[in-house]
């Protein structure tokens, strides 16, 4: 069984950053396809990006191309989701997940078999 445990967000400016973190146990990360996910309220979850298990490929939703940025420690077995240049319409829940298949590389969440609990990120404006 797979544990995700976000952590980072809270409120900002908007313009401004904040730094999420997925921290991961219970499996063998470094095989894993992470994404990260947003749900803003009233509206469905939406896909922010992905990395590849070794890191060295991402993703990213129009959206936040260009200020978003996944990273990812497979020694710490954690996640990162660095966010510049915040805007209020990136305010919503954020959640990591996991694709343990190993051959996948998706914007779908069902194809993510495990996921964190979110942490709330507001930017005002």
């Known amino acids: 069984q797979v544990q995700l445990v976000e952590s980072g967000g809270g409120v900002a400016q908007a313009g401004g950053s904040l730094r999420l973190s997925c921290a991961a146990s219970g499996g063998t990360f470094s095989t894993y396809t992470m994404g990260w996910f947003r749900q803003a309220p009233g509206q469905e979850r939406e896909f922010v990006g992905v990395i590849s298990w070794k890191g060295g490929s991402t993703d990213y939703s129009d959206s936040v191309k260009g200020r978003f940025t996944i990273s990812r420690d497979n020694a710490k077995n954690t996640v990162y989701l660095q966010m510049n240049s915040l805007k209020p319409e990136d305010t919503a829940i954020y959640y990591c997940?996991?694709?343990?298949?190993?051959?996948?590389?998706?914007?779908?969440?069902?194809?993510?078999?495990?996921w964190g609990q979110g942490t709330q990120v507001t930017v005002s404006s």
């Open positions: 997940a996991a694709d343990t298949s190993g051959m996948r590389w998706s914007r779908r969440s069902y194809e993510y078999e495990y």
